[in-house]
């Protein structure tokens, strides 16, 4: 059965404090179903989350959960399995906005949501992310649209990798060379895009599971 009670756990140091005892209650709980009620989540405790079946990038979205830049850990390389504290430092990226956030903090919430985005693409850790990278999420979300051809699969993404680096270029010298996006340059990709609201994770609603494990 469910339980009928989730013991107080105090807060990472790293997880903002706006969020209430009552928010991370709820995440305690998310963390027992997902990990069966160990102290421990895998990745094969993802394969049970009805939302994330049919998504196209499911398998990038799992991998950000274990990836040790995200976790604050390491530049690069993944762990096998994350705690309840870590969870919580991976969903401090999701954390929905607040109204008594000055421009400052809005600022550095949006380059925080940026970041663990830019990580996504940027498979190989490096801290570029190549026009193949770039390319290869756009075919990876695009692929679970029925109505397009691959064909025009290939076209939208094309055109999108060549506007991203037509973005790019503009902002270096002429004797520079081009080696793919940079940080910089994603955040003036996404410049006017409102990652503030649209970055979130429905999966972790209580009501998605009904059953307790």
């Given amino acids: 059965g469910c339980p009928q009670s989730v013991p107080k756990v105090s807060l990472p140091s790293r997880f903002p404090p706006a969020v209430t005892s009552e928010q991370i209650e709820q995440l305690q709980r998310r963390f027992k179903q997902l990990s069966r009620n160990t102290q421990t989540i895998r990745k094969e405790n993802f394969d049970s989350i009805p939302d994330l079946e049919f998504n196209p ?26 705690n309840f504290e870590e969870f919580l430092t991976i969903m401090s990226y999701f954390r929905p906005i607040e109204m008594d956030m000055d421009e400052a903090q809005l600022e550095s919430f949006r380059q925080e949501k940026l970041k663990f985005l830019f990580h996504m693409y940027d498979a190989d850790s490096d801290g570029i992310i190549t026009l193949q990278e770039y390319k290869n999420v756009l075919d990876e979300l695009m692929s679970g649209n029925p109505h397009l051809e691959k064909e025009s699969l290939r076209a939208i993404a094309e055109g999108a990798m060549l506007e991203a680096a037509s973005v790019c270029m503009e ?43």
């Fill in 57 to 82: 990038i499911r398998t990038r979205i799992v991998h950000a959960f274990f990836d040790k830049r995200n976790l604050r850990k390491a530049s690069d390389g993944s762990v096998e399995e994350i």
């Fill in 171 to 213: 902002q270096r010298g002429p004797d520079e060379v081009y080696q793919g996006i940079t940080f910089e340059d994603f955040l003036k990709m996404w410049r006017g895009i409102d990652i503030e609201t649209k970055m979130h994770v429905r999966f972790l609603t209580m009501e998605t599971i009904a059953h307790c494990y």
